[in-house]
């Protein structure tokens, strides 16, 4: 099964961008084929359709081929200001607008329909980022995206992580883990 995991941050010492490896670690010690995509990777400018209709950035087509090649997704959500990022909204806009006159994109739910989507987060603060995670699956469920109900938010994530980037503590190894199974489950009965 292949899995696309990826935080959206892109902050050096973000916690979302560590708990993502977290998570990819353990998708792969459960046989996982794993893609741990960082979004500072690809140049895809603020979105403006004013700049769309000049022609869609490589990047963002990069980005479709890249969702729609993975049947199970998992997304480590900061919170800025009760919400997702601006980073993330910005990629998750540009990935679904449809490429106008081009047989593969020009659906523009065509990397989302049918995708198992599990939610992470992570924050210094008590909740983890779950008020993110609130916000970000009904916008992943318009995109015709299969949520997955398990849903794990880290709080107190500044004192979490050992200094490998692992997670000190069981219990939130086994929540990050619960997603992962869940995801990785779900995937593989929707794709077979």
């Keep these: 099964?292949?899995?696309?995991?990826?935080?959206?941050?892109?902050?050096?010492?973000?916690?979302?961008?560590?708990?993502?490896?977290?998570?990819?670690?353990?998708?792969?010690?459960?046989g996982a084929e794993v893609t741990l995509l960082e979004l500072?990777?690809?140049d895809i400018p603020l979105y403006n359709a004013d700049l769309e209709a000049r022609g869609t950035p490589p990047?963002?087509?990069?980005?479709?081929?890249?969702?729609?090649?993975?049947?199970?997704?998992?997304?480590?959500?900061?919170?800025?200001?009760g919400s997702y990022t601006a980073l993330l909204k910005n990629a998750l806009d540009w990935a679904s607008s449809p490429v106008e006159g081009d047989p593969h994109w020009s659906q523009g739910t065509k990397a989302f329909t049918g995708k198992v989507v599990g939610l992470l987060s992570a924050s210094p603060?008590?909740?983890?980022?779950?008020?993110?995670?609130?916000?970000?699956?009904?916008?992943?469920?318009?995109?015709?995206?299969?949520?997955a109900p398990q849903q794990f938010a880290l709080g107190q994530a500044g004192s979490a992580f050992d200094a490998d980037g692992q997670l000190l503590?069981?219990?939130p190894r086994a929540g990050v883990e619960s997603v992962v199974k869940q995801v990785l489950w779900a995937a593989k009965r929707l794709t077979s």
């Design 59 to 81: 990047d963002v087509i990069r980005l479709k081929e890249i969702l729609f090649d993975h049947p199970g997704w998992l997304i480590c959500s900061p919170e800025y200001n």
């Design 1 to 30: 099964m292949k899995i696309l995991i990826f935080a959206g941050s892109t902050r050096t010492l973000s916690f979302n961008r560590q708990l993502a490896r977290v998570a990819a670690d353990m998708a792969r010690q459960a």
């Design 169 to 171: 503590l069981a219990q």
């Design 125 to 147: 603060g008590a909740l983890g980022g779950l008020r993110s995670l609130a916000h970000l699956a009904p916008l992943l469920r318009n995109l015709q995206c299969w949520v």
């Design 40 to 42: 500072s990777s690809l």
